[in-house]
């Protein structure tokens, strides 16, 4: 099966030299050195320095935030590359598939809200710093714990760092959790193969004969109970 990011590659290589396409975004095209498809706007996109480049995406955000869908799925386009990224980085989201839906519908999300009052420039690196912040705040509390770096902790290096670190906090809080009852040993080893080793849930249910929901309910059950327990733990 064809991953998202596949598939949006796909639709792309089929709207990206339509003319009615080319058509409905005019002055995004007009913006782009007077591209005649959005293909060409792509390109330019691609090649243009900052301030050219910013000065089309900010018309498709402009009419993106107006409705205008198409205009979204070509920004969204344009930013695959970040958005691949984010989908890399953000492993705790689960598997390769569950972190780019994720991280397309973030981006997508972030587009169409876009502040325009408020942040009328640097479009891109705006709608990706928004949308890691919604990645953020969808990952499972325990695993956020898990990987907070302090702040003496050191940028890039200490990033890096944040995913071992995490996996071997994971792996302690799932054993304590299976040694005092709060989640049963499959499902804490759900969570396990596929947070910290990134097994797709679809294979993890096939190895149970169990419908991919049916895992990936458990997991989210598992989780809940590990989260409601480290809040009381803290309250306490």
Same mark, same amino acid.
């Given at each position: 099966m064809a991953t998202v990011f596949e598939q949006l590659d796909r639709e792309w290589s089929r709207i990206s030299h339509s003319r009615p396409a080319a058509r409905q975004l005019r002055a995004v095209c007009d913006a782009a050195g007077g591209a005649r498809n959005l293909a060409e706007v792509e390109r330019f996109v691609r090649a243009a320095g900052a301030v050219e480049a910013d000065r089309v995406l900010l018309a498709l955000v402009t009419a993106a935030v107006d409705g205008c869908n198409l205009a979204a799925r070509v920004l969204l386009q344009l930013l695959l590359p970040g958005t691949r990224s984010l989908a890399r980085r953000w492993w705790a989201l689960g598997d390769t598939d569950e972190r780019a839906a994720a991280a397309v519908m973030a981006v997508y999300h972030r587009i169409k809200h876009y502040p325009l009052a408020a942040r009328p420039g640097r479009v891109a690196a705006n709608i990706l710093m928004d949308a890691a912040g919604e990645l953020r705040r969808a990952v499972p509390r325990l695993i956020l714990v898990a990987t907070d770096v302090g702040a003496d902790g050191g940028g890039r290096a200490a990033e890096a760092a944040a995913p071992a670190h995490a996996a071997d906090?994971?792996?302690?809080?799932? %054993? #304590? &959790? @299976?040694?005092?009852? *709060? @989640?049963?040993? #499959? #499902?804490?080893? *759900?969570? &396990? %193969?596929? %947070?910290?080793g990134g097994a797709r849930v679809a294979d993890l249910a096939a190895g149970r004969g169990l419908r991919p929901r049916t895992v990936w309910d458990r997991r989210q059950r598992a989780e809940r109970a590990l989260m409601h327990n480290r809040l009381s733990l803290t309250a306490s």
């Open positions: 906090e994971l792996a302690e809080i799932l %054993r #304590d &959790a @299976v040694a005092a009852g *709060i @989640v049963a040993a #499959d #499902d804490a080893d *759900i969570i &396990a %193969r596929s %947070r910290i």
